[in-house]
């Protein structure tokens, strides 16, 4: 009989093992984390959640009953610190579980201000876990002075959150522009115009060269010599892949958990899904932080842990809420070197990253009909010619027939 153990309660150990029973698999399973709750969705944290608009029980992915129901040992409030793979066990505290298959959906850690940079100052926040967010609500208070540290999606989306509950917002980032690691300038430019527009005072190629404060962060001095006064300190610096306990069991790590098209890292035993892990793609390998992602590698290891030799197929696509605009991403822009805009008008726009005459990727800004027309385009492998798409008078849809 097969017994599972899932190290990782988060978006891709809830897919695995929901995954697992709805299949019809009938050993048993664990699933250890080590937050406190059950799996639940991260893309509200900065969202709808931080806003008041979503209520706690409706993060949760399943209820606490679902898991009892289907016969999972959900352990939470537990770490796993080591991994026997000559023995096949795990040890989590006292306790030591067997597995005849092992999951890792470590997921990805926060990189965290050095605490020589003022980084353990209290009310420096990181974007990360719900308990995360429920230690930062209580600064969201109107007129509070928020200094945001990275212009990356979240720190993106939790400087809109401030700003629309009416906090005055500095944005820093080290980089040349927001967004430089994720996308084209054409984005990063209609991002920065839209903060603008709703107070936000971003600063690019400044990084932080030390947060002021005692105990408490009272400021920040930045690299450009100036001094900004600050009620708290949101850091959206990056994540890291949790790999320590794979690389101390000896795994391959090649960027995350090295894995096969299968989701098998270098142990025929132990497989990996989300955050943590990289596959191959498209003749390279890459490693997403996305839920669709999380979901679909995890559905695919459950499914070849019963034995579907499944190669996984990653479709990404991405979505980020800032105010009232909704980006949608599909494909990945990575070698990217000339993008094509479609402009509706002022809100809603599309920006087509193509590498020669191949289409990569495609940013949608409130522009769905794009978005879907792409996605379908880049998963089929269909290439349009960039002078027809930004050419109005296209109808999107009819290129998905040529
Ligand atoms: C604020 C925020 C907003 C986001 N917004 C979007 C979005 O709009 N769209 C989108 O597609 N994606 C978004 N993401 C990314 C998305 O949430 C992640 O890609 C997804 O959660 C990855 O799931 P995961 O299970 O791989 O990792 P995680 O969700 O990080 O879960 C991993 C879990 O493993 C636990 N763990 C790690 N090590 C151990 C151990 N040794 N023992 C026990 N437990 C352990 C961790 O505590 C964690 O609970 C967002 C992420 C954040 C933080």
């Not at 969705?41 to 289907?70: H, I, T, V, W």
């Not at 023995?87 to 926060?110: F, M, Q, W």
């Not at 899904?273 to 390998?285: I, L």
Request: charged share 25%.
């Amino acid at each position: 009989m097969k017994n599972v153990v899932v190290i990782g309660a988060g978006q891709a150990g809830c897919s695995v093992v929901t995954r697992l029973r709805g299949n019809g698999f009938d050993g048993s399973i664990t699933l250890i984390g080590e937050e406190p709750v059950v799996p639940y969705q991260r893309p509200p944290l900065s969202k709808k959640y931080l806003q008041g608009e979503m209520e706690r029980p409706r993060l949760f992915l399943r209820p606490e009953k679902y898991y009892f129901d289907n016969n999972i040992d959900i352990r939470l409030n537990q770490t796993v610190t080591a991994i026997d793979r000559d023995n096949r066990t795990v040890r989590c505290g006292e306790n030591t579980h067997s597995y005849t298959d092992l999951v890792l959906a470590t997921g990805a850690k926060p990189h965290r201000l050095p605490r020589a940079s003022g980084g353990e100052l209290q009310n420096v926040f990181c974007v990360r876990t719900l308990k995360d967010i429920d230690q930062m609500k209580p600064a969201f208070r109107p007129g509070a002075r928020l200094l945001v540290i990275g212009g990356g999606y979240i720190g993106l989306e939790a400087a809109a959150v401030a700003a629309k509950t009416g906090l005055k917002v500095t944005l820093v980032e080290m980089a040349e522009r927001i967004l430089q690691r994720v996308a084209a300038k054409e984005s990063s430019d209609y991002f920065r115009s839209l903060h603008k527009g709703h107070g936000v005072d971003i600063r690019e190629g400044v990084g932080v060269t030390r947060l002021l404060g005692d105990t408490q962060v009272t400021g920040a001095l930045l690299s450009d010599g100036s001094k900004l006064e600050a009620d708290f300190v949101i850091s959206g610096i990056g994540v890291a892949p949790a790999t320590k306990l794979a690389e101390d069991a000896g795994l391959a790590i090649e960027n995350g958990v090295r894995v096969d098209e299968f989701g098998r890292t270098s142990d025929a035993n132990i497989w990996a899904a989300g955050d943590c892990a990289s596959f191959p793609y498209q003749g390279s390998r890459v490693r997403l932080e996305s839920v669709p992602n999380a979901i679909d590698q995890s559905e695919c290891v459950a499914d070849n842990v019963m034995g579907a030799e499944k190669e996984y197929e990653a479709k990404p696509w991405f979505w980020s809420d800032q105010y009232d605009v909704k980006l949608q991403i599909a494909g990945l822009n990575q070698g990217y070197d000339r993008v094509v805009s479609r402009t509706t008008d002022n809100v809603s726009k599309s920006f087509w990253y193509y590498q020669g005459e191949r289409l990569l990727a495609v940013d949608a800004l409130n522009a769905p009909r794009d978005y879907m027309v792409a996605k379908r385009l880049i998963e089929s492998g269909k290439s349009p010619v960039p002078e027809l798409v930004s050419n109005l008078e296209t109808n999107l849809k009819a290129l998905l027939q040529t």
